[in-house]
């Protein structure tokens, strides 16, 4: 038996569910009609790199110890926050196959760099420097990827302004299939962790095209599809898939300042009264530019700008694109919203300070759920979560937080200086939501079942028990035993032998031991 998963960032049913009716996804239609489908519920918040490590371990983020594109240090004055490419703690799902014996293929999965040796290839995602690093595993395998795909693409940077931006992201993606066919054909695998980055880049940028469903904005779902489909042509009867997105996506038409929020609540201060009244100016200058219609130009003029002095649009990894942490007075502000992540994610990981107590969060959370849009009336949130909801584990942050999920239609914005809390988007924005997607299919699975929604945690361990293997792990996931059409046995004779026993009978054998 082997597994595949099939991982794909920011894929929604509410943009599959439509096209597979209109028979655009033959694949994922043989998915929902041979297979188990379910919503997949994300980590909070729903953020790229918490719940892509998540999907791979099966643990909270206080367990693996990633929680945004950066890392935070509030507690030292000057501190810079620093990029995160890989967990601190927890093994993924390749680690655990490979200490078992079975080789594994994992690529371009995000907040994989450096590449982890593993019992056979590895290939780094988001968050690798660049294709000048050492990105995959073995190091050697680099030279055979870059005969075979001379072009190859780690990832894009978002650039919404770039007239080849969508071109860009199908180019990258076809290059993305000749790499899982070449890894698949020519390379030995009993697991393969094949990831697929291209709805996320697109619709942050153009839901608002993509969510009419027209032919030539959905291009990129059918070339997904296609991608699917030779992956599904190479399982036989033994085999299983499973589908897995980090989160989903929606529009979102209007934005608060959660920040300028803060900071008119006296929860945030800003280092000077020069830096707050630039702020403001600022603020003024983009609500006059907004109102005449010549925001999106003076944007663009700015890119355009920069792009001429050689200073490219920047991608979320790098210090250039978390402007809110600067001017802010750490030592005199209570709550802060530190992370540009907020932007795109829907959601809103408001800090606090040290010496925050039990009563100040309850009275920032009790103002937050009862903010309301000014001229609709929702209400801000749709949930807000406390610190636990980050789990239990070594890593758990030392300051207190409150998680705050936008309502549908929301998305936050971390200028200061506004002249009013809440604005309208200039074009509907794509950003996460919690809901993303699930199937699975093959030996051992129900067919045309759809189920209760799971959590991003139950992956591994059903992935885990379709191969009949139990560990003894400390997974905040769970198996999802509707997901089979029979109880699969979780640790038959094939498995019976502690992990000491096989590396020794491995050893004996002649063979390489598991590193």
Not at 35 to 57: C, D, N, Q
Not at 338 to 361: C, H, K, L, Q, R
């Amino acid at each position: 038996m082997r597994v595949v998963i099939f991982g794909v960032d920011g894929l929604t049913f509410r943009i599959l569910h439509p096209l597979i009716e209109r028979g655009d996804l033959p694949n994922f239609a043989r998915l929902q009609r041979e297979g188990v489908e379910s919503e997949f519920i994300s980590t909070v918040p729903a953020l790229t790199p918490p719940a892509w490590t998540s999907l791979v371990t099966g643990l909270k983020p206080a367990k693996h110890g990633v929680f945004d594109f950066w890392d935070f240090d509030l507690a030292t004055p000057g501190s810079r926050p620093t990029p995160v490419t890989s967990r601190k703690g927890g093994k993924a799902i390749w680690n655990i196959l490979s200490e078992y014996g079975k080789r594994v293929i994992v690529m371009n999965v995000p907040v994989t760099y450096p590449p982890e040796a593993v019992n056979g290839i590895m290939v780094s995602g988001l968050q690798t420097p660049g294709i000048s690093s050492s990105f995959t595993y073995p190091a050697t395998f680099k030279d055979e990827l870059l005969q075979v795909i001379p072009n190859y693409r780690i990832d894009l940077k978002l650039d919404e302004t770039s007239p080849r931006y969508v071109d860009m992201v199908l180019d990258m993606t076809e290059k993305r299939i000749q790499l899982q066919e070449h890894l698949l054909s020519e390379h030995a695998w009993d697991f393969a962790f094949l990831a697929y980055v291209g709805p996320d880049r697109l619709q942050h940028v153009a839901w608002d095209s993509i969510s009419t469903l027209s032919h030539a904005a959905t291009t990129y779902y059918r070339m997904l599809d296609d991608a699917l489909g030779r992956v599904l042509a190479r399982l036989t009867d033994d085999d299983v898939l499973f589908v897995a997105s980090d989160h989903g996506f929606v529009g979102a038409t209007n934005w608060i300042f959660i920040n300028e929020y803060l900071r008119q609540h006296n929860l945030l201060s800003y280092g000077s009264p020069m830096a707050t009244s630039r702020a403001k100016l600022v603020g003024y200058t983009r609500e006059a530019a907004r109102k005449l219609g010549i925001l999106n130009l003076m944007r663009q003029g700015r890119k355009r700008y920069r792009r001429a002095l050689g200073d490219e649009i920047v991608p979320k990894s790098q210090p250039e694109y978390y402007p809110s942490v600067r001017g802010v007075d750490w030592q005199h502000t209570r709550a802060c919203v530190p992370s540009a992540s907020a932007f795109g994610a829907g959601y809103a990981d408001v800090f606090m300070n040290a010496d925050a107590t039990e009563a100040d969060m309850e009275e920032l959370r009790q103002a937050l759920a009862a903010e309301r849009h000014p001229e609709t009336g929702e209400p801000l949130a749709d949930a807000i979560y406390a610190t636990d909801a980050f789990g239990i584990g070594p890593f758990r942050p030392p300051e207190e937080h409150l998680i705050l999920a936008a309502r549908t239609g929301m998305a936050f914005h971390l200028g200061i200086g506004r002249p009013s809390l809440w604005g309208p988007l200039d074009k509907i924005m794509g950003v996460h939501e919690k809901e993303g997607v699930f199937y699975a299919w093959g030996a051992g699975i129900r067919r045309g079942a759809q189920i209760d929604p799971l959590q991003i945690y139950d992956l591994v361990p059903t992935a885990l028990q379709a191969l009949g293997i139990s560990v003894d792990e400390p997974f905040d996931g769970r198996v999802a035993q509707e997901v089979f059409a029979a109880e699969t046995p979780a640790g038959d004779a094939r498995h019976e032998d502690s992990l000491v026993v096989r590396k020794l009978k491995r050893l004996q054998s002649g063979a390489h031991p598991m590193p």
